[in-house]
């Protein structure tokens, strides 16, 4: 589904999954410049920019202007939390076992993030 067919509150809380998603910890800055182009169907950056600010003045997100910084707020962790982790997708990617495919693994694959994909080694859960 293009993104410009999705409502308004649903793409918050599409914005607010791919904070979290790309936070390692409560209260990390994450770059703007991340957020706006996470998404390959996001229409335009103006529209990602926009939802930030709407979703600063009820906050959910905190920005940090001077220094393009972007961080889930204490009612964005709140929001989340009743949304539930149980809507996070998974997904079964098969690689073999070699030092070469460890690299996507541990930093990830942009289809990883763009899809909101949890991973799991299958030797593991982590």
Same mark, same amino acid.
């Given at each position: 589904? &293009?993104?410009?067919?999705?409502?308004?509150? &649903?793409?918050?809380?599409?914005?607010?999954?791919?904070?979290?998603?790309?936070?390692?910890?409560?209260?990390?800055?994450?770059?703007?410049?991340?957020?706006?182009?996470?998404?390959?169907?996001?229409? %335009?950056? %103006?529209?990602?920019?926009?939802?930030?600010?709407?979703?600063? &003045?009820?906050?959910?997100?905190?920005?940090?202007?001077?220094?393009? &910084?972007?961080?889930?707020?204490?009612?964005?962790?709140?929001?989340?939390?009743?949304?539930?982790?149980?809507?996070?997708?998974?997904?079964?990617?098969?690689?073999?076992?070699?030092?070469?495919?460890?690299?996507?693994?541990? %930093?990830?694959?942009?289809?990883?993030?763009?899809?909101?994909?949890?991973?799991?080694?299958?030797?593991?859960?982590?």
């Amino acid at each position: 589904m &293009k993104i410009d067919a999705i409502p308004v509150a &649903k793409k918050v809380e599409l914005m607010l999954e791919e904070l979290r998603d790309r936070s390692s910890y409560a209260g990390e800055w994450i770059s703007v410049h991340e957020i706006d182009t996470s998404f390959d169907s996001w229409p %335009n950056t %103006n529209e990602a920019r926009f939802l930030m600010q709407i979703s600063e &003045k009820t906050s959910l997100v905190e920005l940090d202007y001077s220094h393009g &910084k972007i961080r889930l707020g204490p009612a964005g962790w709140a929001q989340l939390e009743q949304l539930g982790a149980a809507s996070a997708a998974v997904a079964f990617v098969a690689m073999w076992f070699d030092p070469q495919t460890s690299d996507v693994f541990e %930093n990830g694959h942009p289809a990883f993030y763009r899809g909101r994909l949890r991973l799991y080694e299958g030797d593991s859960r982590r």
